[in-house]
């Protein structure tokens, strides 16, 4: 399989706990988004990477949030002291280039108990 | 600010009802705008992209158009697997490629 893979498909966790989720993008891309999606919305970006840099983060990343991908191949995006209202799902998304289709994962759905 | 905004939210046809969905978007210098189809607990599957006005594209019973200011997705003579949430994108300000989402539209098609 060559598209974006993303892992846990699912995650229930406590309130207060920490988790970490992995996505595996397609292997020519050089181009890592993270994106969120509630019930009933669109999906909201959250964090971009080229290579292994972070070059953008949104407001919606609060100091919870970290992501990283070293060496330019996966990334993996963690919540610390997880909320309610982290419950969503969170994509990932991989392009070659800046105008290009991007292609998404099956996502992971988070449910924070 | 960069916006999407499509209508319907919701849309249910009869099967071989034709119908269109609607994108309306306001961006400063369109560099896309991109349609997807997302089911139930899955990630968005791409349809199409269109970068100028009178742009179109089709791909079995959909087709894609653009004008200045929307986007309509044609569904013509549906079948219940084309039930579906129907995304439109738009790329974000700046030069990182991030994409803007309208909240969707879920199409339900009945037998």
Redesign the interface.
């Known amino acids: 399989d060559t598209g974006v893979s993303q892992d846990p498909r699912h995650k229930i966790t406590k309130r207060g706990q920490n988790v970490t989720f992995r996505c595996d993008p397609i292997s020519e891309h050089n181009r890592l988004y993270w994106y969120r999606q509630t019930l009933g919305q669109g999906p909201e970006f959250l964090t971009y990477f080229q290579n292994e840099a972070q070059l953008e983060k949104s407001r919606l990343l609060s100091d919870r949030f970290s992501a990283e991908r070293p060496k330019g191949s996966f990334s993996t995006l963690e919540i610390q002291r997880t909320e309610q209202g982290d419950s969503a799902m969170y994509l990932c998304a991989s392009r070659l280039g800046a105008n290009t289709e991007a292609f998404f994962g099956q996502g992971t759905r988070l449910t924070v108990v | 600010e960069d916006q999407?905004t499509q209508s319907p939210e919701a849309l249910r046809l009869q099967e071989g009802e034709s119908s269109s969905l609607n994108c309306s978007y306001t961006v400063s210098g369109l560099?896309?705008l991109?349609w997807?189809r997302q089911d139930p607990?899955?990630?968005?599957?791409?349809l199409f992209?269109l970068?100028s006005a009178g742009e179109e594209k089709e791909k079995e019973r959909l087709k894609a158009t653009l004008t200045k200011k929307e986007s309509f997705l044609h569904i013509t003579a549906p079948k219940p697997e084309d039930s579906a949430t129907y995304?439109c994108?738009v790329?974000?300000s700046?030069?990182?490629?991030?994409?803007?989402?309208?909240?969707?539209t879920t199409l339900q098609v009945k037998p």
Do not use: C, D, M, S
Not at chain 2, 41 to 46: A, M, T
Not at chain 2, 94 to 104: A, E, M, S, V
């Open positions: 999407v560099r896309g991109f997807y607990g899955k990630g968005p599957e791409f992209t970068y995304l994108a790329h974000g700046g030069n990182t490629g991030k994409l803007i989402f309208g909240q969707g």
